[in-house]
């Protein structure tokens, strides 16, 4: 049996105190004990829920983990786990996964982003050099430094064209 009892000699807080040093709603420490991420509350005569600095950590915690991009669902297959794992290696081992594919996702991000600046540093670039809108493509697209990137020249008939008008024009 799991002791969930708590030491309510330690500072006590009501939802609203929680909540407000939190950053987050009652309604949120609500929702997070009905999905089973915080254990019940204790309850005063009043049935008013009385938090320990404990529950405040592990709201932070909570906190923590969805900023890194963690679901609710996957915070709280941690929690489970810590729950069942005092020695917090299976929590450790379970984080450490969810971690380094977190990173994979954010480096492809972060692939796709510059792929994407660099392709707008092209276009601002191409605009910049052509006085006509409708220059590009045109005349200059053979001798273009960009040609083997440019969606208008590269993989269609539009190179060959432009090669071959560039040399009717050197005769």
Not at 31 to 52: A, I, N, T
Not at 57 to 79: A, F, M, P
Not at 99 to 104: A, I, N, P, T, V
Not at 123 to 130: A, C, D, P, R, T
């Amino acid at each position: 049996m799991k002791n969930t009892k708590r030491d309510y000699r330690k500072p006590v807080y009501r939802i609203g105190d929680i909540a407000r040093i939190s950053g987050i709603t009652a309604r949120t420490i609500r929702y997070y004990e009905e999905l089973g991420l915080l254990r019940e509350p204790v309850r005063k005569d009043s049935s008013q829920r009385l938090y320990s600095k404990e529950d405040l950590i592990h709201i932070k915690r909570i906190l923590q983990l969805k900023s890194y991009g963690l679901t609710l669902s996957e915070i709280k297959e941690i929690i489970t786990l810590s729950r069942d794992d005092p020695s917090g290696q299976k929590s450790r081992l379970r984080l450490l996964m969810d971690y380094r594919k977190k990173l994979r996702e954010a480096e492809e991000k972060k692939r796709k982003i510059e792929d994407y600046m660099k392709e707008l540093q092209w276009h601002i670039e191409q605009l910049e050099k052509v006085r006509d809108f409708n220059a590009c493509p045109g005349e200059e697209c053979a001798r273009c430094e960009y040609a083997d990137f440019c969606e208008f020249v590269n993989g269609n008939e539009l190179k060959e064209t432009f090669s071959e008008d560039l040399k009717g024009d050197s005769m």
